[in-house]
């Protein structure tokens, strides 16, 4: 193994535009065993655990992608201006039904949710979270929609199986689902409003 | 002063009947799985009789829900006969199924919008915007299906008479022709018409990846061009 295989796997996780599958690793690392790479990509990772700095290394949608953590997102989005239109509620319910139950038809999805969802359904295929993956052979031949690896990208799933397991509700909150994610909270820059 | 009725939208308080009927249960803190029918369908009735005063456009799917919780009510009130057929089963099922499904499905939804998203807690870095070979500059023309056609032609003649073998354990189906097809347009959004027809080296094969494409274009998921000067066809995922 030579000794600055991770550093060649760095430059490429740097240049790539995409999540880095393994595969492609080992098509540019030509002859490079899979066991190496892994090694290097662990070693990467922990390594910029053990730093701390402004990024990490994420599996996800079948690669590798270097990531800004989270808790730098308010700089990185004044950096950008104002970022993309938030999911509605009722577009990430749409999307949690299509991701939990593809491939589904519209009319299944709006049995479960009680209401049409034809918009969000536009919207989400718009913003390419799901796709058409072809008709039912039912009469009216419905289209039949699952999500897209850019659906992975962005809720950082490996893959489907991904997905957290859903859980069985028996009792609701009294009021307000409670939200309790004991997420880290990002000393905001200075000026910047918290959305 | 305008006089005119105006409608309310009901979106943002209730989106469907199921989060009405949720909104019941949680308001009088019972289990999902013990609703007292009768009095969550005497509030249920009681909120659409306030929204249509509040001149709230209902849909259908509020008036559906009330006939099924009225339904249910009266299947409740009859005698319960224990046969030796065993128990019957508890009418509210019927609502209690679907409700926990979609409350599971919410919770997914809440859960998933928890992560740290792309675009939003964590970002990559932008792809450079270089002007990638054949930009739109290059002059190109909506397809039509006979030049299709003849192109399709020519994979056909290309694979010869030797590699015509029908291989019927090979056989796929078109709908997983086009995800595949679809896959491959996911990591590489414009291809040349020859390339979808790479690893095809059966009749079947090719003509299943042609009214693959067929479908495809007629499903608008993807858009069939033709280079003015060259005559290559691209197919571009949308």
Same mark, same amino acid.
């Given at each position: 193994?030579?000794?600055?295989?991770?550093?060649?796997?760095?430059s490429?996780?740097?240049?790539?535009?995409e999540?880095?599958?393994?595969?492609?690793?080992?098509?540019?690392?030509?002859?490079?065993?899979?066991?190496?790479?892994?090694?290097?990509?662990?070693?990467?990772?922990?390594?910029?655990?053990?730093?701390?700095?402004?990024?990490?290394?994420?599996?996800?949608?079948?690669?590798?992608?270097?990531?800004?953590?989270?808790?730098?997102?308010?700089?990185?989005?004044?950096?950008?201006?104002?970022?993309?239109?938030?999911?509605?509620?009722?577009?990430?319910?749409?999307?949690?039904?299509?991701?939990?139950?593809?491939?589904?038809?519209?009319?299944?999805?709006?049995?479960?949710?009680?209401?049409?969802?034809?918009?969000?359904?536009?919207?989400?295929?718009?913003?390419?979270?799901?796709?058409v993956?072809?008709?039912?052979?039912?009469?009216?031949?419905?289209?039949?929609?699952?999500?897209?690896?850019?659906?992975?990208e962005?809720?950082?799933?490996?893959?489907?199986?991904?997905?957290?397991?859903?859980k069985?509700?028996?009792?609701?909150?009294?009021?307000?689902?409670?939200?309790?994610?004991?997420?880290?909270?990002?000393?905001?820059?200075?000026?910047?409003?918290?959305? | 002063?305008?006089?005119?009725?105006?409608?309310?939208?009901?979106?943002?308080?209730?989106?469907?009947?199921?989060?009405?009927?949720?909104?019941?249960?949680?308001?009088?803190?019972?289990?999902?799985?013990?609703?007292?029918?009768?009095?969550?369908?005497e509030?249920?009735?009681?909120?659409?009789?306030?929204?249509?005063t509040?001149?709230? /456009? +209902?849909?259908?799917?509020? $008036?559906?829900?009330?006939?099924t919780? =009225? @339904?249910?009510?009266? %299947?409740?009130?009859?005698?319960?006969?224990?046969?030796?057929?065993?128990?019957?089963?508890d009418?509210?099922?019927?609502?209690?199924?679907?409700?926990?499904?979609?409350?599971?499905?919410r919770?997914?939804?809440e859960?998933?919008a928890?992560?740290?998203?792309?675009?939003?807690?964590?970002?990559?870095?932008?792809?450079?915007?270089?002007?990638?070979?054949?930009?739109?500059?290059?002059?190109?023309?909506?397809?039509?299906?006979?030049?299709?056609?003849?192109?399709?032609r020519?994979?056909?003649?290309?694979?010869?008479?030797?590699?015509?073998? /029908? +291989?019927?354990?090979d056989? $796929?189906s078109?709908?997983?022709?086009? =995800? @595949?097809?679809?896959? %491959?347009?996911?990591?590489?959004?414009?291809?040349a018409?020859?390339?979808?027809?790479?690893?095809?080296?059966?009749?079947?094969?090719?003509?299943?990846?042609?009214?693959?494409?067929?479908?495809?274009?007629r499903?608008?998921?993807?858009?069939?061009?033709?280079?003015?000067?060259?005559?290559?066809?691209?197919?571009?995922?949308?």
């Open positions: 193994m030579t000794p600055e295989l991770p550093a060649i796997i760095e490429l996780l740097f240049a790539a535009d999540p880095l599958r393994l595969e492609t690793l080992r098509g540019v690392l030509d002859g490079v065993d899979t066991a190496a790479i892994r090694q290097a990509l662990d070693d990467l990772a922990a390594e910029y655990e053990k730093r701390g700095g402004g990024f990490y290394l994420l599996e996800v949608a079948g690669g590798y992608q270097l990531r800004t953590r989270p808790c730098f997102h308010p700089w990185i989005r004044r950096l950008r201006g104002s970022g993309g239109e938030r999911l509605s509620r009722a577009a990430l319910e749409t999307l949690a039904i299509v991701a939990y139950r593809q491939p589904i038809v519209r009319a299944e999805i709006e049995n479960l949710r009680g209401v049409d969802c034809g918009g969000v359904l536009r919207l989400l295929l718009e913003r390419r979270l799901i796709r993956m072809g008709r039912k052979e039912i009469p009216g031949r419905p289209l039949i929609y699952g999500t897209t690896r850019q659906f992975l962005v809720f950082e799933l490996r893959d489907l199986k991904d997905l957290p397991t859903l069985e509700i028996r009792e609701l909150a009294p009021e307000e689902a409670a939200v309790e994610s004991p997420q880290e909270t990002p000393k905001a820059p200075p000026g910047s409003k918290n959305p | 002063m305008q006089s005119t009725d105006y409608a309310v939208r009901v979106e943002p308080i209730f989106e469907g009947p199921m989060d009405l009927l949720i909104h019941l249960i949680r308001k009088n803190e019972v289990d999902i799985y013990d609703i007292p029918i009768a009095l969550i369908t509030q249920y009735l009681q909120y659409i009789d306030w929204m249509k509040l001149n709230i /456009d +209902l849909a259908g799917d509020f $008036i559906l829900m009330a006939a919780l =009225a @339904q249910i009510k009266s %299947r409740m009130l009859l005698p319960v006969h224990s046969d030796e057929a065993g128990p019957e089963e009418p509210r099922l019927e609502l209690v199924r679907p409700l926990s499904e979609y409350l599971r499905l919770e997914a939804a859960t998933l928890q992560r740290n998203l792309l675009g939003e807690q964590t970002f990559v870095r932008r792809p450079e915007d270089l002007p990638r070979a054949e930009a739109e500059a290059v002059p190109v023309v909506r397809i039509g299906l006979f030049e299709l056609i003849d192109a399709f020519q994979i056909l003649e290309r694979i010869g008479p030797a590699h015509q073998v /029908d +291989l019927d354990a056989a $796929i078109l709908k997983e022709r086009i =995800a @595949q097809l679809i896959d %491959r347009l996911e990591q590489h959004p414009s291809l018409f020859d390339q979808l027809f790479d690893g095809q080296v059966t009749r079947p094969g090719i003509i299943v990846t042609f009214l693959a494409i067929l479908e495809m274009a499903l608008e998921l993807i858009d069939i061009v033709q280079h003015v000067g060259t005559g290559i066809i691209r197919i571009f995922y949308r």
